[in-house]
């Protein structure tokens, strides 16, 4: 329906689209058109899914978060004259898109609540305190988005990731079980793209909220799940705390280089890398066997996953 400049990933499942011009090809107005677009996917795909339209991209969002998700239409349409009544009573402040509870707590210390309150507060006091992002801040609260669905993007550092928030504290010696399993997804992805990933970083947070972290590059890129666990576990064991319990972990493969380009370093034995090959080949098998008993009694959720 649209050309590919006027479409913008947002997330694994949020795309922004320009439809300024092109609807009227197709109906009368943006709601007509966001309905043809929600029918159209719910036909293809079976899926529901709700839709924010607004002037910019932050009352789109801003529609689709406060509104579209949460009633039977799932469409949400913002005007800039809905501002009063639907964007500025907005509270608690990490409602508002760009504002996580680290912010929301300063701003709540300098007596902003809602939306309205940020909004009305000072532009130069809150640049003075967040420099360019308060004057995001501002904006945003006062319903306006400078930013534009055509701008050229593009991903600087790609990563494949994951986030994962435990859903009790877990001993040190649990958490072996824990990355081996978030390992093994990673370099799934990884073979799947026919990648080796040379940079890996992870980080654990403590029930005290104390966190380790670490980043490691290797000289060889690898896409085998036992090679990039043992830089992980062999971290772990210098800098946790055997006796603490942990209830976070990350951890994140950047650094990426075609698998065809990988050359086995002379002082590693060819023989051990088939094998190891080899084993992993086993070991998903083995898993996608187990998936279904696994999956009902993993007590991980997961948070993110880019």
Not at 20 to 40: R, V
Not at 63 to 92: G, R
Not at 276 to 304: D, F, G, M, W, Y
Request: glycine share 2%.
């Amino acid at each position: 329906y649209v050309d590919c400049k006027d479409v913008k990933q947002f997330n694994i499942d949020e795309i922004f689209i320009d439809i300024t011009y092109i609807y009227k090809y197709y109906c009368s107005s943006p709601k007509e058109f966001a309905n043809m677009l929600m029918e159209k996917i719910e036909h293809e795909t079976q899926l529901k899914c709700p839709i924010g339209i607004g002037p910019n991209m932050f009352m789109s969002k801003m529609a689709l978060k406060s509104e579209a998700k949460v009633n039977k239409q799932l469409i949400a349409e913002w005007k800039y004259e809905d501002i009063p009544t639907k964007l500025w009573p907005i509270h608690p402040l990490n409602k508002m898109w760009g504002i996580n509870h680290r912010v929301e707590k300063n701003l709540n210390d300098l007596g902003i609540f809602t939306v309205r309150d940020l909004a009305h507060y000072p532009l130069n006091k809150l640049m003075k305190l967040y420099g360019e992002i308060g004057k995001e801040l501002h904006l945003n609260s006062n319903g306006f988005d400078l930013n534009n669905i055509q701008d050229a993007h593009r991903l600087l550092k790609p990563s494949i990731s994951c986030d994962i928030e435990l859903t009790r504290d877990y001993q040190y010696y649990e958490m072996k079980s824990m990355i081996l399993e978030i390992v093994e997804s990673l370099t799934m992805q990884l073979r799947s793209r026919n990648l080796l990933v040379k940079s890996i970083s992870f980080s654990m947070k403590s029930r005290k909220n104390d966190r380790i972290s670490k980043q490691y590059t290797l000289k060889d890129g690898t896409n085998i799940t036992i090679d990039i666990f043992r830089v992980i576990w062999s971290f772990t064991e210098q800098l946790c705390d055997k006796q603490e319990k942990y209830h976070e972990l990350n951890i994140s493969l950047n650094n990426f280089v075609p698998e065809r380009t990988r050359e086995l370093n002379t002082f590693i034995d060819k023989f051990e890398r088939e094998r190891n090959e080899a084993l992993e080949i086993l070991i998903k098998e083995t898993k996608r066997k187990q998936k279904v008993n696994r999956q009902s009694n993993s007590p991980l959720r997961l948070s993110n996953v880019n």
